[in-house]
């Protein structure tokens, strides 16, 4: 069942078009994460259906519910964390969790939140003294305080180092298995991979693809990159390019020095045919890898962009 539609929203800001026509529906206990260039409209979009920003145009539709008319409904289901979320720094971490607990009339017990964020050990700390990827897990614990089926994460993990950020994916992964439905923006494809169950990548305020990362991988063009180092140097690479070159699955090679590199649409058929070469000329290949396609490449695929890191 959608736990969310949306349809058609735009929001421009005077001449900028921020958002310029985006539908997608998401399933009860998805993790759904959007994913787009900066400034292509992925937080705007997330805060015209967290109720912060008014659409132009388009639907939002929550568990059936709009804005307009069941706003404090909406309120009860949904928890947000902003890019930048507002911690009271002189309170401790479990005093934050209590304020915040009681602006709602029902929530989860801050013990429980505590350890589900993984700061149980931290609780009487002042927020000040927190590293960055406790003060964002503790962002996370206030959006969950209420307990809401929907969870909103925009960019989570930016700016943290790799540990923090998979103290973050571990948290994600709990909401999950407690059947919440998450809705996050990354600039991580790496996390996106890991994480989603169904990628949106977003350009220029439209949707320009949405599916699993396996599905949006596997559209892809089915050439993979094969790339060989032969220790017997340059002319042992150059006769095997030529041997390659005449091998059906073989798209294209290149050649770099000793090293050489195959895109075919068949790698093992094609590592069958150049091993059966070299063994019989004696070279000796040092390295052999088969390079997988990853979101990274559906990303440039579909943006014509780099990613950036
Ligand atoms: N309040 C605002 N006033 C004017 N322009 C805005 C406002 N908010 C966003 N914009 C512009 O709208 C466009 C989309 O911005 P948005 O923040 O939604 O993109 P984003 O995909 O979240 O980017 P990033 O990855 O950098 O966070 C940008 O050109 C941005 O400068």
Redesign the pocket.
């Given at each position: 069942m959608a736990i969310l539609e949306v349809k058609n929203l735009r929001k421009a800001?005077?001449a900028?078009q921020?958002v310029e026509e985006i539908s997608f529906s998401v399933e009860s206990g998805e993790v759904f994460t959007i994913i787009?260039p900066?400034?292509?409209?992925?937080?705007?979009?997330l805060e015209m259906i967290e109720g912060m920003q008014t659409p132009d145009g388009g639907s939002i539709s929550i568990n059936g519910m709009k804005w307009d008319k069941e706003a404090d409904r909406i309120k009860t289901i949904i928890g947000v964390q902003p890019?930048s979320s507002a911690l009271f720094d002189l309170l401790t971490v479990e005093e934050n969790l209590d304020l915040f607990a009681s602006f709602y009339p029902r929530s989860k017990h801050p013990s429980e939140v505590l350890e589900m964020i993984n700061l149980t050990d931290h609780r009487r700390k002042n927020v000040k003294s927190l590293s960055g990827g406790q003060r964002q897990r503790l962002a996370i614990g206030l959006a969950m305080i209420s307990d809401p089926q929907i969870i909103f994460l925009d960019?989570p993990t930016t700016g943290l180092d790799p540990q923090a950020r998979r103290n973050i994916w571990d948290i994600v992964l709990k909401l999950k298995e407690l059947g919440k439905t998450t809705i996050l923006?990354t600039?991580y494809m790496e996390e996106a991979e890991k994480l989603s169950d169904r990628v949106c990548i977003v350009d220029q305020g439209k949707v320009v693809t949405l599916d699993t990362p396996a599905n949006l991988i596997d559209s892809l063009t089915k050439e993979r990159e094969v790339r060989l180092h032969f220790q017997d140097g340059e002319a042992a690479a150059l006769e095997t390019e030529q041997v390659a070159k005449n091998d059906a699955t073989v798209v294209r090679t290149e050649l770099e020095g000793s090293s050489l590199k195959l895109w075919s649409v068949r790698p093992e058929e094609t590592l069958y045919g150049v091993f059966g070469f070299t063994k019989e000329r004696g070279y000796r290949v040092e390295q052999v890898s088969i390079r997988e396609m990853s979101l990274e490449d559906v990303f440039i695929a579909f943006t014509g962009k780099e990613w950036r890191d």
């Open positions: 800001f005077g900028v921020a787009g900066n400034g292509a409209g992925k937080t705007t979009t890019q960019e923006t600039h």
